[in-house]
């Protein structure tokens, strides 16, 4: 069983286990370059929306062992922060902020607010919320709860901003348990697929 619960606290045992899951969720066999920060180093930021989410959702919810930095290079290249709390002798994984940079060049930020619909620049949300099918994918990638670890909560973040001569979009989300619970995905795939079409969008 790997439901990104695990009866062990330590990296070493852990982390290969959440890479398991990740090399699944995209559809690769090679290994996927990562880093573990603990608690006394401190999180590198990609621009400020990444540190909001930092502040956001790792403000203390949860009592945080760990966190595993991978860099996706399939598809697009693709930065998956996954947060690994205490749970008991063991641990589970939790907060999943992705973050990847877009070609296109964007006046200002924009947000997904909690009633699906993309808040701030006027141009940007325009063209975001003018296709319904994105609404819908980015509010259910953007998970708020999740029943792994025994019951978890955060803020929803899903940001698209202005980033050096382009763009970057941060995405917070929780895993989803799969296999009557047996299993979990990172939904790493869903984020990809997201961040292109809103890539051709703009």
Known sequence: MNNLAYAS???ETVVPKIEEIL???IGVDAPIPHSVEDLNVSRANVGSMLHDAGVSLFGGKEALLFTVVFDIGQARPVKLRAQVNRQGIGCHVGTLIFSTKIAKAVKGEVALDQKSKFQGEA????KLNGIKELLKRAD????TKSDVGGGIKMDRFFKLGPFETG???VAGTLPRATGM???ATTEAKEFIDLAKIIEDLL
């Open 167 to 169: 763009s970057i979009l």
């Open 23 to 25: 090399r699944k969720d």
């Open 9 to 11: 606290q330590q990296p």
């Open 181 to 183: 619970g047996m299993s």
């Open 123 to 126: 141009e940007v949300a325009g």
């Open 140 to 143: 259910k990638f953007a998970r």
